[in-house]
């Protein structure tokens, strides 16, 4: 990932801490022939191919040492090829500050959706306890173009 600091962010002050990670799709094939099967004819639903795996910061065991009751200011992206993922941190909510590099006014949820290449900035105040691990959650959109009607 590449970020540019804003030395006139509306968001500066807000936070204690920065980290930029990224959620990604996996596949074992080679893109050539990824893209080949996805424009075809012989995929007349234009159905995106299936990842392998998701990757939160290109691994499968993504740990994050947080300090307790510190607010953190999280820049996520999608730098997947072709999945959506849903992002949510376990019993935290999220103030999402920034999408594709524009700034938001300020929006409370407790999960964000992120497309191929989508960015996303959330403030997070962890719990101010050190007795318990919380999950920090990616999940792969499973519902694919060619399966919703209309």
Known sequence: MLVISDPESPILGQYDHEV????????HDQMPGLMASFISVENPTGAEPVPNAALMNDTQNFTLPVES???YLFRIANVGAFAGQYFWIEDHSMQVVEVDGVYTEAAETDMIYLTAAQRYSVLVTT???TTANFAMMASMDTVSKSSIML
């Open 20 to 27: 930029a990670f990224s959620v990604s799709d996996w596949y």
């Open 127 to 129: 719990k101010n306890t």
């Open 69 to 71: 009751g510190s607010t």
